[in-house]
């Protein structure tokens, strides 16, 4: 079996998508992965790869924010502590950082569902804490050593700084002494040596060393003999204190040596859940989907766009292969669309595998074992092969592989040689293609591949669309359909002189067999019914949005009566309310009325006796005053019918039996002052934690009424802090109401900010 040159996708134009998401990756890594990316044909790899991308669609869409900005590649500094080469502290303070980004994103994920399969990266993550810790004791942000960083470098430190100290002031003792002898009263470190510029005449008055003269030669940078053993104490301190640093770093490095398989499986669960999430982040800006995966051999694709063409240009079409049919091919005019069909498929096909989210509004893919793709693109040349050659080539290799597991994508059936040798090749091609029975797709002009494809049951006869009134291409993908070149009516547009068409035309007449033109006028009648149908697809949509904004209205209506009806009922229940409260406040005036004689007499109604004499003697008629036996309510008859009474009870009419009424005097009304409405049951509060905003703000207007109708001086709403929207809200309110004063917080023994007074004026 010869060797299949593999992973000729770049033909699909995989490659220009896989840069494209480069730009939605932030670790380097991560981008080379991603342009990289093996497509492997395994079903579990595959169908991880598009879980995971669907789950990280998810998540943004949820607005969930994950970034790996600054996310810094240890793997070299790991591999070097493995190698016993001791770190720098701006190399550990790098690991440090690292290890700072590995924490952050575990923690982003730890609060995600455990039922996510994106999670088993970041629990792969396993973080050592007191590395981590002691490295952050011992390194400052800027990659030094802490001064602190051990006891024995800390005591070294304090004493060079003493060291200096006594240094400096008897450096500036000797410049006022002996300020004579000096060119400069300044101090100069030679060696890290404490010196003074002295002229050239009094350089060997003070002993010690010479360092050097000045450019000029006029004078010696000396140190003094009295400077020697301090100057020697600074310096050994400080070689010790280098030491000590020294020390500290190798022990450093040895820690980040015992973590650092560790960390680099943490590094590359961060650079996957990059890759990820730039594929989630590529697709959610174009609107993009994760396909359905499926175990048969055949797609459906709706609305399926290429993503390379300007999303203002690009038509989208629905493709699909389904049983019984092994293949498509698709037929039609030049520049018509008939490339961008095959790739659209294959370049959808492929993305999905790798877990890129397609341009689709629903996409049902199968696992293939295999994708073969045989698209010019000149490469060729460089093998010196001619175009026949090359394609000739391909397809063998292709042939010699595939199985009915597989998907072949052939643009251009054969093409370089002489038509009828090449159509006669494209059907023995075809034949073999069928006999393996492997899936394809395969774009074609020649008729005789049309008219085998037309007679074949198992070979859906597809084509791209032809306006002949404009005599441009619609790119719009017609299934089960027939389609012409158009090579004349597209010439005829470029071609000044229309004698050289008509030419053309008579030629191809001449030469036309009768299944020619039936084909012809066949492909002809079905552009023609795809134009009616696309009018008509049209009109329907038109009528379909005229319905759905016609049931909209009627939904508005409807919402807007159902309100209007809770709003009155409320309101009604409101209104009763409040009757009853009068006619309670009436009836507690009445009983507070301190006159004997009323309540004597109703004392006596209330004696049997006296009831059964006056019932005895007594027949009902309307306006007498009359009690019910049941339940002891008082009331005036308003109407008899027969052996029935209605009675007027505090506003409430009531049908009773006259047998069980009891005769009650007419009482004379007593002179009592009843007041005016009073609500003394208003509490001095009320409380709206909890509530929506739209309900909080009825409830305390209603509240806020009848305290301000019981002329209560202030109160207080309670609505608490949360997110602090319901507490705008009915501040906002508070401030249009006109019988409101002030509003300010509550002290804090009233609740602070999740209490609002109220003041009325």
């Known amino acids: 079996m010869s060797a299949m040159p593999m992973n000729k996708y770049n033909n699909l134009d995989l490659g220009v998508i896989r840069q494209q998401i480069t730009e939605y990756a932030s670790i380097s890594e991560a981008k080379e992965y991603i342009l990289n990316e093996d497509v492997i044909f395994n079903p579990l790899q595959i169908r991880k790869n598009a879980l995971e991308s669907k789950e990280a669609m998810d998540l943004l869409r949820k607005d969930l924010i994950v970034s790996f900005d600054g996310v810094y590649n240890v793997n070299e500094l790991l591999e070097r502590t493995q190698k016993r080469i001791r770190l720098s502290g701006v190399d550990l303070k790098n690991v440090l950082v690292f290890h700072n980004h590995c924490q952050r994103i575990k ?65 500036y003792n000797f410049i006022n002494k002996h300020t004579d002898s000096l060119q400069e009263a300044s101090i100069y470190l030679r060696n890290d040596r404490i010196t003074f510029l002295i002229k050239n005449s009094d350089k060997n008055k003070y002993q010690g060393y010479t360092y050097g003269s000045s450019s000029s030669g006029l004078a010696f940078y000396v140190e003094p003999a009295s400077f020697i053993d301090a100057n020697n104490r600074k310096v050994s301190l400080m070689q010790d204190r280098e030491d000590e640093i020294e020390r500290i770093l190798t022990r450093l490095s040895y820690l980040v040596t015992s973590i650092a398989e560790d960390y680099a499986g943490n590094f590359e669960c961060l650079m996957k859940l990059c890759v990820i999430f730039a594929k989630a982040n590529y697709g959610l800006r174009r609107g993009g989907i994760i396909a359905e995966l499926s175990d048969d051999l055949n797609f459906d694709f709706k609305d399926l766009a290429h993503p390379l063409i300007d999303p203002k240009k690009v038509v989208s079409n629905s493709y699909r292969l389904f049983d019984p049919y092994l293949g498509i091919v698709i037929s039609g005019s030049n520049t018509g669309g008939k490339t961008v069909s095959l790739k659209a498929i294959g370049l959808s096909i492929l993305m999905t595998y790798l877990g890129i989210p397609i341009i689709a509004s ?13 698209i010019d693109d000149n490469q060729s040349i460089a093998d010196s092969l001619s175009t026949f050659s090359a394609h000739i080539r391909n397809i063998n290799d292709i042939l010699s592989d595939a199985d009915e597991r597989c998907l072949i994508l052939i643009d251009e059936l054969i093409s370089g040689t002489d038509p009828k040798e090449a159509q006669a090749i494209s059907l023995a091609i075809l034949d073999r293609i069928k006999e393996i029975e492997a899936r394809f797709i395969i774009t074609t002009h020649f008729d005789d591949i049309k008219n085998y494809s037309y007679e074949d049951e198992r070979i859906l006869l597809s ?59 066949l492909a002809r009648q079905i552009e023609e019914t795809e134009l009616i149908k696309e009018e008509l697809s049209e009109e ?29 009922l409320k309101q009604l229940d409101e209104y009763i309310e409040e009757v009853k409260e009068q006619a309670q406040e009436k009836l507690e005036s009445i009983k507070e009325v301190k ?30 005053n009359v009690r019910i036996k049941d339940n002891e309510q008082v009331g005036v008859i308003s109407a008899i019918n027969k052996d029935q ?18 005769l009650m005097p007419k009482i ?3 002179q009592t002052k009843v007041t005016a409405k009073k609500y003394s049951r208003v ?16 409830m305390m207007e209603e509240y806020l009424d009848k305290a301000n109708a019981s002329h209560m001086s202030n109160v207080k709403v309670i609505h608490g802090i949360g997110t602090g929207i319901l507490r705008k809200a009915l501040r906002q309110r508070l401030s249009r109401l006109s019988y409101v004063k002030s509003f300010k917080d509550g002290d804090y023994y009233d609740g602070g900010s999740a209490v609002t007074i109220v003041e009325f004026k």
């Open 107 to 171: 923690k982003i994920f730890d609060k995600l569902s455990d039922e996510l399969s994106i999670r088993d990266y970041t629990d792969s993550i396993n973080l050592k804490q007191s590395v981590f810790d002691e490295i952050s004791d011992c390194i400052d942000n800027s990659g030094e050593v802490k001064d602190d960083a051990s006891d024995r470098l800390k005591q070294i430190n304090n004493d060079l700084e003493r060291c200096e100290k006594d240094l400096y002031n008897r450096a």
């Open 362 to 374: 629903e996409a049902r893919v199968p696992l293939y074992r295999n994708i073969y793709v045989d």
């Open 463 to 521: 084509s791209v669309g032809f306006d002949m009134n404009t005599l441009n291409p619609t790119y719009k993908y017609l299934e089960d359909s027939v389609g012409a070149s158009n090579a004349l009516e597209i010439a005829s547009r470029y071609f000044d002189d229309p004698e050289i068409i008509e030419n053309a035309r008579r030629y191809l007449e001449k030469n036309k067999s009768a299944q020619d033109e039936l084909m012809d006028r």
């Open 540 to 568: 329907r949509i038109k009528a379909q949005n005229k319905e759905k904004e016609y049931n909209e209205m009627i939904a508005a209506f409807e919402k807007e009566k159902d309100e209007l009806k809770q709003k009155y």
């Open 595 to 624: 006159n004997t004689q009323v309540i004597e007499q109703i004392e006596e109604l209330k004696s049997d006796e006296t009831v059964k004499t006056e019932e005895e003697k007594h027949v009902f008629e309307v306006g007498d």
């Open 645 to 662: 009474a209605t009675v007027n009870v505090r506003g409430l009419t009531i049908k009773v039996k006259i047998s069980d009424l009891i």
């Open 668 to 670: 004379k009304k007593a």
């Open 683 to 698: 509490p001095s509060e009320i409380n709206l934690v909890g509530q929506r905003v739209e309900d909080g703000l009825v």
